[in-house]
């Protein structure tokens, strides 16, 4: 794999993660707000799928419910 293929995919894997960490952050505004379905809803996002390989955030995992 070139250096750039090796570049774009930490770029990629980087942004993934600050999305997550994003969601997380939102999915708390809603606990904080008392919706709780709003929140389970995002943190869905966060977590990895068949469709995305996301990486895995404590934070998403462990919801402070």
Same mark, same amino acid.
């Given at each position: ?7 774009? #995919?930490?770029?990629?894997? $980087? ?25 389970? #809803? ?10 995305? $390989? ?12």
């Amino acid at each position: 794999i070139s250096r750039q293929a090796v570049r774009i #995919e930490q770029e990629y894997e $980087n942004a993934l993660y600050n999305e997550s960490l994003f969601l997380t952050e939102q999915a708390q505004n809603c606990l904080d707000r008392n919706d709780p379905m709003g929140a389970m #809803e995002i943190l869905l996002q966060a977590l990895p799928s068949q469709m995305q $390989n996301r990486p895995v955030l404590p934070e998403a995992e462990n919801p402070r419910f």
